[in-house]
């Protein structure tokens, strides 16, 4: 099932091709949203989930001191970076057009500021992964493709499972 899931400020919310919210990060009835999984959607890194990755390939990881050293030094760095490049999110192109735009509204700052916002992504199209009728399905059958119950698939905590699309 298709479905859009867009970026709030304080929440991620799902919407259906309908326009209707189908399920929100937030508590509500409709249903739950992992926030791990929408921002894995829109490249948010889990920096603790890239550090334990890291550390295992590690070649003088065998001793623990030394792992845990790596780990946190990987980690320590990695948002490092982030806090530093956390402004630097447009292209040049992006800069150039917003110049142009400038010129163009001098006397209107909120048609720029909306514009410069619109740079931003904020929603993308996803799909719902739903349950396979065959228990034992990996995801396709012999004809290469899953089918499906039409009910969605949920994680150990209960949330829905999307995948960008």
């Not at 719902?128 to 004809?143: A, F, H, M, Q, S």
Request: net charge negative; with cysteine; charged share 30%.
């Amino acid at each position: 099932m298709k479905a859009e899931l867009v970026k709030r400020v304080d929440r991620y919310d799902l919407y259906g091709a309908d326009g209707s919210k189908i399920s929100s990060s937030s508590p509500n009835p409709f249903g739950k949203l992992s926030v791990e999984n929408c921002d894995e959607i829109f490249g948010v890194v889990d920096v603790e989930k890239l550090a334990n990755e890291r550390s295992k390939t590690c070649e003088d990881c065998d001793v623990p001191v030394f792992k845990a050293g790596y780990y946190d030094g990987f980690q320590e760095g990695f948002e490092e970076a982030m806090e530093l490049n956390k402004d630097n999110v447009f292209t040049l192109e992006d800069m150039m057009n917003c110049w142009n735009k400038a010129l163009k509204f001098q006397d209107h700052k909120e048609t720029l500021g909306e514009y410069i916002t619109s740079l931003q992504q904020t929603e993308w199209d996803v799909e719902i992964v739903e349950e396979c009728l065959d228990p034992t399905c990996d995801g396709v059958n012999r004809k290469g493709e899953c089918i499906t119950t039409g009910k969605p698939k949920l994680n150990s905590d209960g949330c829905l499972i999307l995948k960008r699309i």
